[in-house]
């Protein structure tokens, strides 16, 4: 797997899952090479750990983000390279998001593996459109990824639609397999922490946890947090989390005059997280876009009353009026008044998250959805052992030897019909060819 995050350095959902998914995979006796950057130098795994290859892109400067993803993708490449001359052949390849997509390519076409990939979230979907040319590219690399894979997994089936409806992607070479959460983390918990470090004894907390970028809506949280305290809520709003939108949050809880009823802990601790969102009157995801919200799951693992915006993964996520209270998105007063209802009615809080921890426990497991992933690859593999893009590899020979018949009938493709040129021709928008099965 290539991901461009990874505990402890992650910044989003999508470390979480590589980690999570990879370790569930290989509890269940999946060799997982996790390839990542990250500071530790040594490759840990076996007995039913994933290994992690942390790597360090490049130490030369890039001037911006894109060429830094591009020397990223080349040392990820390296590394695997790497591995597949130390440990053999590998079967198939998985790529999380166009972050990881030139390696995931690269390593398809250089190892003839078929290449599955996640895409998490779109560049489209994040800013509401495409704006600029940066966004273009990016929005053309994840059209690219999912045109060079063989099959592509969204974490919803809002998602599925996004990805379907952007890139025009085929139905069946989409699948649909849930994000999820270890409940047990969710229980550890640290004496001598006191709820008196973020509100006042008299004051209700109101939790809210997440990248601080636009889309996660917590402008629109801090809207709601003023409505709440000009109708005599005393409430105390703690935001944990980093991002690039801080410094405007910040700057926004000061113009609304609420700056001393909203706490910026910056990133928090597991355990800390565990005590907040216990203490939480409600946990709120109040985003804008949301492709799935692992938050979410976590603040019902944790037995929180949840708040969530019905948009994208959460409305599939969040039953509303049994697991949490929905809302529109964007819609303060509305969401004040949700917030309101978990305040005064400690029944409904409770019932919610009573529901909230069931729900997790029987459908967000990681080690069915790590299941459900393995899935995919058996039903990969299968169709790329009859495919003719496997039958041989670069110079033309066969590769496997139950090529030769024991199989079944195979037709015998000559080398010149693998087509191995880079998919450049068609553009966003085209059609989808994919490998093998989608030829
Ligand atoms: O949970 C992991 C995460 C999602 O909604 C989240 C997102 C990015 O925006 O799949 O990926």
């Given at each position: 797997m290539f991901t461009w995050e990874y505990p402890p350095d992650h910044v989003g959902g999508l470390g979480k899952h590589v980690c999570q998914l990879s370790e569930a995979m290989a509890a269940q006796g999946t060799e997982v090479h996790v390839i990542a950057p990250g500071k530790q130098d040594a490759d840990s795994g076996g007995d039913g750990r994933p290994f992690v290859h942390h790597i360090t892109p490049y130490g030369v400067s890039s001037p911006d983000f894109l060429s830094w993803v591009l020397q990223l993708n080349i040392a990820l490449g390296e590394r695997a390279a790497r591995l597949a001359r130390e440990q053999g052949d590998f079967d198939l390849v998985h790529a999380h998001d166009w972050l990881a997509a030139f390696a995931g390519r690269a390593f398809k076409h250089a190892f003839r593996v078929p290449l599955v990939a996640t895409i998490h979230a779109t560049e489209a979907g994040r800013n509401a459109g495409i704006h600029n040319r940066q966004q273009a590219y990016i929005s053309d690399v994840e059209w690219w990824l999912g045109y060079e894979a063989w099959r592509v997994i969204c974490c919803s089936q809002h998602m599925k639609r996004e990805v379907m409806g952007i890139f025009n992607i085929p139905d069946d070479k989409v699948v649909v397999v849930p994000n999820g959460v270890n409940r047990e983390e969710f229980s550890i918990a640290d004496r001598a922490l006191s709820k008196r470090a973020f509100a006042a004894d008299d004051q209700r907390l109101v939790f809210f946890i997440g990248r601080l970028v636009r889309e996660k809506g917590v402008h629109v949280l801090l809207e709601a947090t003023r409505i709440l305290l000009q109708q005599g809520d005393n409430i105390k709003l703690v935001v944990a989390g980093t991002g690039p939108y801080e410094e405007e949050l910040k700057f926004m809880a000061a113009s609304l005059g609420i700056f001393s009823h909203v706490y910026f802990t910056g990133k928090v601790s597991d355990k800390t997280r565990n005590h907040l969102y216990r203490w939480a009157d409600a946990s709120v995801c109040p985003s804008l876009y949301e492709p799935f919200g692992i938050v979410a799951l976590e603040a019902m693992a944790a037995g929180s009353g949840l708040v969530a915006s019905d948009v994208g993964g959460l409305s599939e996520v969040v039953e509303h009026e049994v697991t949490g209270l929905k809302v529109p998105p964007g819609d303060a007063p509305a969401l004040a008044r949700a917030i309101s209802r978990l305040l005064h009615d400690r029944r409904l809080k409770e019932n919610?998250?009573?529901?909230?921890?069931?729900?997790?426990?029987?459908?967000?497991?990681?080690?069915?959805?790590?299941?459900?992933?393995?899935?995919?690859?058996?039903?990969?593999?299968?169709?790329?052992?009859?495919?003719?893009?496997?039958?041989?590899?670069?110079?033309?020979?066969?590769?496997?030897?139950?090529?030769?018949g024991a199989y079944g009938r195979r037709r015998r493709v000559p080398a010149e019909a693998v087509d191995d040129r880079p998919a450049q021709t068609a553009g966003p928008g085209g059609q989808q060819a994919g490998d093998g099965s989608h030829s």
């Amino acid at each position: 797997m290539f991901t461009w995050e990874y505990p402890p350095d992650h910044v989003g959902g999508l470390g979480k899952h590589v980690c999570q998914l990879s370790e569930a995979m290989a509890a269940q006796g999946t060799e997982v090479h996790v390839i990542a950057p990250g500071k530790q130098d040594a490759d840990s795994g076996g007995d039913g750990r994933p290994f992690v290859h942390h790597i360090t892109p490049y130490g030369v400067s890039s001037p911006d983000f894109l060429s830094w993803v591009l020397q990223l993708n080349i040392a990820l490449g390296e590394r695997a390279a790497r591995l597949a001359r130390e440990q053999g052949d590998f079967d198939l390849v998985h790529a999380h998001d166009w972050l990881a997509a030139f390696a995931g390519r690269a390593f398809k076409h250089a190892f003839r593996v078929p290449l599955v990939a996640t895409i998490h979230a779109t560049e489209a979907g994040r800013n509401a459109g495409i704006h600029n040319r940066q966004q273009a590219y990016i929005s053309d690399v994840e059209w690219w990824l999912g045109y060079e894979a063989w099959r592509v997994i969204c974490c919803s089936q809002h998602m599925k639609r996004e990805v379907m409806g952007i890139f025009n992607i085929p139905d069946d070479k989409v699948v649909v397999v849930p994000n999820g959460v270890n409940r047990e983390e969710f229980s550890i918990a640290d004496r001598a922490l006191s709820k008196r470090a973020f509100a006042a004894d008299d004051q209700r907390l109101v939790f809210f946890i997440g990248r601080l970028v636009r889309e996660k809506g917590v402008h629109v949280l801090l809207e709601a947090t003023r409505i709440l305290l000009q109708q005599g809520d005393n409430i105390k709003l703690v935001v944990a989390g980093t991002g690039p939108y801080e410094e405007e949050l910040k700057f926004m809880a000061a113009s609304l005059g609420i700056f001393s009823h909203v706490y910026f802990t910056g990133k928090v601790s597991d355990k800390t997280r565990n005590h907040l969102y216990r203490w939480a009157d409600a946990s709120v995801c109040p985003s804008l876009y949301e492709p799935f919200g692992i938050v979410a799951l976590e603040a019902m693992a944790a037995g929180s009353g949840l708040v969530a915006s019905d948009v994208g993964g959460l409305s599939e996520v969040v039953e509303h009026e049994v697991t949490g209270l929905k809302v529109p998105p964007g819609d303060a007063p509305a969401l004040a008044r949700a917030i309101s209802r978990l305040l005064h009615d400690r029944r409904l809080k409770e019932n919610l998250a009573r529901r909230g921890q069931k729900v997790v426990k029987q459908d967000y497991s990681w080690s069915g959805i790590a299941k459900r992933t393995l899935e995919v690859y058996d039903r990969v593999l299968s169709e790329y052992r009859h495919s003719p893009w496997k039958a041989q590899d670069q110079r033309g020979q066969r590769r496997f030897p139950y090529e030769s018949g024991a199989y079944g009938r195979r037709r015998r493709v000559p080398a010149e019909a693998v087509d191995d040129r880079p998919a450049q021709t068609a553009g966003p928008g085209g059609q989808q060819a994919g490998d093998g099965s989608h030829s």
